[in-house]
């Protein structure tokens, strides 16, 4: 039988043993987490804000050290905050929405299938591929900014041997009337509001001298006299006539949008008026 003298040092050891590992693992731990703290710190200034946030996650798990932890959460939730965001979307070539398209970024495999949930993607310009079967593929650049959210990203394929091209966005997909298209019809509203009060004061006028005339001296009244009131009823018949043209011309010109601002003439002739429009549409 050995005795307890030769099986002490068996002891010691295994207790040590028993001592020492948790302590080497600890350790293990916590230069795990200085190294994730330090190279997510690294990923974040570089911009490649993905990778950060797997480093952050690391660093703040329970088993990091209190100090280390509370510093890579805070930069944890400074980075969610910062990563920008994209929703892909497309549509077939009768304009239906699809999501049988394979995605890559930058070259790389992305997406599968289209989700409908915004997928986070580091800052900076990105290149995305839409491949569809049956369709050319269509390819568009993207600017993403750090703090951008859900930025949609929409393409719509065409037929096989037509030219693909990323949809424009709704705001640019009906093109509004330019500054000088507005200004010229503003312009010919005045117009036509001139034209109507012009027309409205000379007929009333015409109006009352001509029942004076009646009451007074006709048949034979002077001829200035008569001559007078004509030439009032001209003034007024010319008035309405440019009225209802510069009417009819600003509602043209909204309508049709020219591609450059219209020029506007307005002449008086001795059987009226006349307006002219003219300019690119």
Partial sequence: MKSVASTLPLGVAVALAVLVAPAAARADATDACLQASDEGQNLRDQGQLLAARARFLTCSRDACPHLVRTDCAGWLADVDHRIPSVVLSAEDPAGHDTADVKVTL????????????????????????????????????????????????????????????????????????????????????????????????????????????????????????????????????????????????????????????????????????VLGVGGRF
């Fill in 106 to 273: 930058d070259g790389a495999p992305f997406a599968d299938r289209l989700e409908t949930r915004a997928v986070p993607v580091d800052p900076g310009e990105h290149h995305f591929r839409f491949d569809r079967t049956g369709s050319p593929a269509v390819e568009v650049t993207v600017i993403l900014r750090e703090g951008e959210q859900r930025r949609a990203v929409v393409v719509r394929f065409q037929e096989a041997g037509e030219a693909a091209a990323p949809r424009a966005p709704a705001s640019a997909r009906g093109t509004a009337p330019g500054r000088g298209v507005v200004t010229a019809a503003i312009a010919l509203g005045g117009v036509t509001l001139v034209g109507g009060g012009l027309f409205a004061y000379f007929a009333a006028t015409a109006q009352s001298d001509a029942n004076r005339l009646r009451a007074t001296c006709a048949p034979g009244c002077a001829p200035g006299q008569v001559t007078a009131v004509r030439t009032r009823e001209i003034v007024a018949n010319v008035s309405l006539g440019v009225g209802i043209a510069a009417a009819a011309a600003a509602v043209g010109v909204l309508v049709f949008s020219p591609r450059e601002a219209p020029a506007v003439s307005i002449a008086v002739v001795p059987s009226g008026g």
